[in-house]
């Protein structure tokens, strides 16, 4: 029986599968709608890098053939053939998603699914339905991330967008629109022997003949990428010369008669120099006063002065016209936008090209961290409730509910007793949250079975269906005979807040740390209050205040995480 994923489900494919030669089958249909499926071949930063890694109907390969498009057999709408070792170092996710051709919405779409079969075996699917999804065009099935072991995640988010928001969501452009290559049909021979049995592949349309040499319209590229190199795009029709753009020509005056216009009287000689005779030409004396200066380098031209013909310069960015001054030659006086300054960011200016850079990061993912300080929780993946620290909302969409979460009596007593209590808040519902306290980093930890350490006031939020407790470090020579800790175990994720960029280091038998610096460390550290409180050394006067530290053990892949900050 194959495992079953829902939406926000995470494995590792080791515990799905032994094999490292998989077979992903994608089914996807609803009635009038046509999809492209595709695979993304990411960088550690979730771009695509390498357009190489752009797996489609168009591509379908990865260099080394790791990534390989099959086509529609066993049912599938289109199926692929990934080989995780021979994946290169720099792919650090591939991202499965499938994209609307044409009008239409996901909500459409009829019951579908997401399967990996190794073996000949299918051993993990997830199913989806059009109720998940609403005006979306563009989806993202499912993922295999590299997080030290390769994991498949069932992400199941989209855009409204389409194509061109998912390219612009892993990093990519979308191409101009030309007339569409003919696509390349997948290699029969690519389908490894364990995959389901393939059915006959449809035969490829007939291309399309070359219409009479007639104006027409460029068609739109298939999916808006660039077809094949060597196609070159058809020429932009030059604009029409404005009449009010061109310098103004002043024309020699013939008197009536035809008669011959005299020469211009000479220019009077410098201060100080005698007058040349009429008729002959003057030596060229020094640049002076009321003489040309030696040739410069050509200035821009000035108030109300056309721009005198130059030799040919190389070309530079062009700069927006000044004040009296004509635009370039052919370019209309509207296209330069009123109170735009110099130096403006690229697309436009004012308010909404200043706060671009701040704008929300959709990743599809449960957690996303916005920037250091802010983080976002999407309820909808996963279907289970957040617990958070109480007034750590600053922002939520969609329809959330919060809630008073009690610790009971008895969390009462102990969290008193040992200063590890929390005042938590429960979030539930359809939307997302956003978390921050204080302007502290935040850093998201992901938990898939192990546990880890941390302080309670070192903890903003973490997925309800993580296990905590408080645990308790033996120690001799501090009053109380001990500290606490609190303990956080399963699967999901805790966002851990430091004062400022932690370290994190490994633990070794000479590891001691600051007890008021400490954030988080590995459960299966051995940890010993150390105190160097002696008799000889408080007979003197003053303390250097690190009497009490922490003194880890443990053997080698334990760590601890210590900030620039004493609590």
């Given at each position: 029986m194959p495992r079953?994923?829902?939406r926000g489900h995470k494995a590792r494919i080791s515990d799905l599968t032994a094999g490292t030669d998989l077979y992903v089958g994608v089914q996807i249909s609803g009635p009038g709608l046509s999809f492209d499926i595709s695979c993304f071949g990411l960088d550690a930063d979730e771009r695509l890098s390498d357009d190489r890694y752009f797996i489609f109907f168009n591509q379908p390969k990865s260099p080394e053939e790791s990534i390989q498009l099959l086509g529609a057999q066993a049912g599938d709408t289109e199926s692929f053939r990934v080989t995780l070792d021979r994946i290169p170092a720099g792919i650090h996710k591939l991202s499965f998603t499938a994209t609307i051709d044409g009008a239409g919405q996901m909500s459409q779409v009829g019951p579908g699914y997401l399967r990996i079969v190794a073996g000949g075996e299918e051993v993990a699917r997830y199913a989806f339905g059009g109720s998940e999804f609403s005006t979306e065009r563009a989806v993202m099935l499912g993922d295999f991330y590299l997080k030290d072991v390769w994991r498949f995640a069932a992400v199941g988010q989209g855009f409204?967008?389409?194509l061109d928001a998912l390219l612009k969501n892993f990093g990519g452009e979308v191409a101009e629109e030309e007339t569409p290559a003919a696509p390349q049909q997948p290699q029969a021979d690519a389908a490894p022997s364990f995959a389901p049995p393939a059915f006959a592949a449809p035969a490829a349309p007939a291309p399309v003949p070359a219409p009479a040499p007639a104006p027409q319209q460029p068609q739109p590229a298939a999916q808006g990428f660039a077809p094949p190199a060597g196609v070159p795009a058809p020429p932009a029709p030059a604009p029409a010369p404005s009449m009010h753009a061109a310098p103004t020509i002043v024309a020699p005056m013939t008197p009536p008669?035809?008669?011959q216009v005299p020469p211009p009287a000479p220019a009077p000689a410098p201060y100080g120099q005698p007058p040349q005779p009429y008729g002959q030409p003057a030596a060229p004396p020094p640049p002076g006063y009321g003489q040309p200066q030696a040739p410069q380098a050509p200035m821009p031209p000035g108030y109300g002065q056309p721009p005198s013909p130059q030799a040919p310069q190389p070309p530079q960015?062009?700069?927006?016209?000044?004040?009296?001054?004509?635009?370039?030659?052919?370019q209309q006086p509207a296209q330069q936008t009123y109170g735009v300054p110099q130096g403006a960011p690229q697309g436009g200016a004012g308010v909404t090209a200043a706060l671009q850079k701040f704008r929300e990061t959709p990743t599809g993912q449960r957690w996303t961290q916005q920037n250091k300080k802010l983080i976002r929780v999407d309820l909808g993946i996963g279907g289970q409730p957040v617990l958070a620290r109480q007034g750590s909302m600053v922002l939520y969409q969609g329809k959330v509910d919060f809630s008073y979460k009690g610790a009971g009596f008895a969390g009462r007593i102990v969290g008193n007793a040992t200063g590890q209590e929390m005042q938590l808040m429960r979030c539930t519902g359809q939307g997302q949250v956003f978390l921050a306290d204080n302007a502290t980093h935040l850093h998201p930890v992901e938990l898939q079975g192990d546990a880890i350490c941390v302080s309670a006031e070192n903890v903003l939020a973490f997925d309800e269906s993580l296990q905590y407790e408080v645990r308790r470090i033996e120690g001799h020579g501090i009053p109380g005979g001990a500290l606490f800790t609190m303990q956080f175990q399963g699967t999901g994720t805790i966002v851990v807040k430091t004062h400022g960029?932690?370290?994190?280091l490994p633990v070794t038998p000479t590891t001691f740390a600051d007890c008021n610096?400490?954030?988080?460390?590995?459960?299966?550290s051995q940890v010993v209050v150390s105190s160097q409180v002696r008799m000889r050394r408080n007979a003197y006067a003053g303390d250097t205040?690190?009497?009490v530290n922490l003194q880890f053990r443990g053997a080698p892949g334990n760590f601890i995480v210590v900030q620039p900050y004493e609590v």
């Open positions: 079953e994923f829902q409204d967008g389409g008669g035809g008669a960015a062009p700069m927006p016209p000044g004040y009296g001054q004509q635009p370039p030659f052919g960029t932690p370290v994190v610096a400490v954030v988080a460390w590995s459960a299966a205040g690190e009497s």
